[in-house]
């Protein structure tokens, strides 16, 4: 028997350490100091690199790609209410628009555009097409504003190319995932602004040319103060982006090809949102009970 991890087990851990996270999320998030949720969310860093490399390879040992896909844009249509009722109930700021299994969805869709291509006899130059449909996928997750967004895409991605790669793709998924998070929070710094600039034009627009000028001015000030690196960045990169994605990368390396135990194909699927809403429930039951 080959020695190793199997995609099953790598499943589970990435189950467990999601469950962590939401758990941190959830329960001591609103804390005023939450060093339970540092913990807790630390660990959880493990899980969507997990899930991204359980994709990958899903898409390679699928025998139905077009199924798979659209199991993926169900569950993620079916999943958004929950999300959505966990957003509103004050998790705004944990939380990004669109739950993660859009992010899946559109990787998915991304590798089966660029699987098409490499293996079309009709493309003679065929980077010319991949690398505009890898841009596109990754601006499609930004642009709907999904969890994790271009860098949850690139990094399924990092997995698809570097499959059989083990050393460029331990450093490359470190750097995509690393780099990328922090990427990530200074798009959506940009696009707060870029929203701020555009109320502002709504609402000058109504009192004259002169104040419109005056008030809602948007160069590269604005977009070079979203991207400055402070220290907040560098802790958030030292406690978030450095020890989960390790641990995580080196059970993908263990990772001994064999697909394990089966479980029904929706129990993924179903786990992710059933888990999200027992937690959310849980907690504010604990509210309601403690006053």
């Not at 077009?66 to 939380?95: D, H």
């Not at 499959?163 to 696009?191: C, D, M, P, Q, W």
Request: glycine share 6%; with cysteine; net charge positive.
């Amino acid at each position: 028997m080959k020695k190793g991890i199997s995609i099953f087990a790598i499943k589970i851990i990435a189950s467990v350490t999601m469950v962590i996270d939401h758990i941190g999320a959830i329960f001591f998030n609103p804390l005023p100091d939450p060093v339970q949720s540092l913990i807790l969310r630390g660990i959880g860093r493990i899980a969507f690199i997990l899930y991204a490399f359980c994709l990958a390879e899903g898409f390679y040992h699928t025998h139905n790609r077009k199924k798979y896909a659209l199991r993926l844009l169900a569950a993620a249509i079916l999943v958004e209410p929950v999300f959505n009722t966990v957003c509103v109930s004050g998790m705004e700021k944990i939380y990004q628009s669109q739950n993660v299994i859009f992010t899946f969805f559109i990787a998915f869709c991304t590798m089966w555009i660029v699987e098409k291509i490499k293996h079309s006899e009709r493309i003679k130059v065929k980077t010319v097409l991949i690398i505009p449909t890898v841009i596109m996928g990754m601006l499609m997750a930004e642009v709907i504003r999904t969890e994790y967004g271009c860098m949850g895409v690139g990094l399924v991605l990092v997995f698809y190319f570097l499959r059989e790669k083990k050393v460029a793709l331990f450093i490359t998924a470190f750097l995509t995932y690393a780099v990328g998070v922090v990427i990530v929070n200074h798009v959506s710094e940009l696009l707060r602004i870029y929203r701020v600039y555009l109320a502002n034009v709504k609402k000058y627009t109504e009192m004259g040319e002169e104040l419109l000028l005056k008030n809602t001015k948007f160069g590269w000030q604005q977009i070079s103060s979203a991207f400055e690196t402070t220290s907040g960045d560098i802790d958030y990169f030292l406690k978030k982006c450095i020890v989960g994605p390790i641990v995580a990368l080196i059970i993908i390396m263990l990772y001994n090809g064999k697909k394990g135990r089966e479980l029904p194909k929706l129990a993924f699927y179903i786990f992710y949102p059933a888990h999200l809403m027992l937690l959310h429930n849980i907690y504010w039951l604990i509210l309601v009970l403690s006053k």
